[in-house]
């Protein structure tokens, strides 16, 4: 292995770590509590842009090592569950008449 997959594979071990420690857990309770129709609060709106930033930096790495590609797609598929029932969770704005 070169230098540059060294850095590339202990960055994706950080990454995914810091998913399977912090990330994955919080995501997980807010699922449930939102099949729960629970109301979606600012700290969960929040949270849910971190995770984006979180995601898009676990693609752009799982591009280049195709071992950590079903994790990023699993975690893809997660985000994309919590950000359609932050959708259905969102209030109905008032229709104008």
Do not use: C, W
Request: net charge negative; glycine share 4%.
């Amino acid at each position: 292995m070169d230098q540059r997959t060294n850095q590339l594979t202990g960055s994706a071990a950080v990454l995914i770590i810091h998913f399977e420690e912090k990330l994955l857990p919080k995501a997980f309770a807010l699922k449930e509590r939102l099949e729960q129709d629970a109301d979606l609060e600012d700290q969960d709106i929040a949270f849910l842009e971190q995770l984006f930033g979180q995601v898009q930096n676990l693609q752009s790495l799982a591009h280049n090592q195709p071992e950590i590609q079903p994790f990023a797609a699993g975690v893809v598929s997660l985000y994309q569950s919590l950000t359609q029932l932050a959708v259905n969770a969102s209030p109905t704005p008032p229709a104008d008449n």
